[in-house]
């Protein structure tokens, strides 16, 4: 898949530097799913010490898809905490009653805005 070659071009062992000893190595594994960079199915003996590469890919992927998750889940809490709050001071107003307790429009948080 990836890594260096030696001169008979058989794949060397990125931790013995040695000949690539496939199946028959304690860090030969087998790979099932999908690649992080092309989206392609994958099913495939590997070295476990370059198969870190994709997890690591992987993983940084599912914290940008957690971020957007949080953030969007923010801007929409924050909306509705919006919302009620003016809701509470128009009932306030109507009844005759202001709640010095309700935090000013200026103290509200700003909403993130997206990338």
């Given amino acids: ?5 030696d ?5 060397l062992c990125p931790a013995f530097q040695a000949p690539c000893k496939q199946s028959k190595c304690e860090f030969w594994m087998y790979v099932h799913g999908q690649h992080p960079q092309t989206s392609e199915q994958v099913s495939e003996g590997m070295c476990a010490v370059k ?3 994709l997890g690591v890919l992987e993983g940084a992927r599912n914290a940008l898809r957690t971020e957007a998750a949080i953030e969007s889940f923010r801007n929409e809490n924050s ?6 709050v003016s ?4 009932f306030g107003r ?6 010095p307790q309700l935090p000013s429009t200026a103290d509200e948080p700003k909403l993130i805005s997206g990338r």
């Avoid at 898949?1 to 070659?5: L, P, S």
């Avoid at 809701?87 to 128009?90: A, D, E, F, S």
């Avoid at 109507?94 to 709640?99: E, H, I, L």
């Fill in 7 to 11: 001169s008979d071009n058989k794949s």
């Fill in 94 to 99: 109507v009844m005759g009653q202001a709640d």
């Fill in 87 to 90: 809701l509470v001071r128009t």
């Fill in 79 to 84: 909306e509705v905490n919006h919302m009620a």
């Fill in 1 to 5: 898949m990836f890594g260096k070659r």
């Fill in 51 to 53: 198969a870190i590469a």
